[in-house]
């Protein structure tokens, strides 16, 4: 069973910068796509970024792209967000999840039939 496990989250001013870290463990092999979603309480999860772990290609919201950047340490089955600029808008609470085998696309849309979801950590951004 794969586990995902988040951190990084916190409170910061507009402007400020955090790093959210989501190590993965339980899986054998490497999983082929990780990402990053939010979700404000009542809305949708939504898509922030995602990366396919083969090579490193990456995926990214409209709004956070230029501002946010998704990274991997394969050797720590860990992925990274980086999130700079941050805004009052991106205050949620992020979960990381993956997709064991296959592209990003049916994570990003929540469409694939196996997806793996973390605990959530939450950033809460202040004017």
């Known amino acids: 069973q794969v586990q995902l496990v988040e951190s990084g989250g916190g409170s910061v001013t507009a402007g400020g910068s955090l790093r959210l870290s989501c190590a993965a463990s339980g899986y054998t092999d490497r999983l082929d796509c990780m990402g990053w979603f939010r979700q404000d309480p009542g809305q949708k999860r939504e898509g922030v970024a995602a990366i396919l772990t083969a090579d490193g290609s990456s995926r990214y919201a409209d709004s956070v792209q230029g501002r946010f950047t998704i990274s991997q340490d394969n050797a720590k089955n860990t992925v990274y967000l980086q999130m700079n600029s941050l805004k009052p808008e991106d205050t949620a609470m992020y979960y990381c999840?993956?997709?064991?085998?296959?592209?990003?696309?049916?994570?990003?849309?929540?469409?694939?039939?196996?997806?793996?979801w973390g605990q959530g950590t939450q950033v809460t951004v202040s004017s």
């Open positions: 999840g993956a997709r064991p085998r296959g592209s990003c696309g049916p994570l990003w849309y929540g469409s694939a039939r196996e997806i793996y």
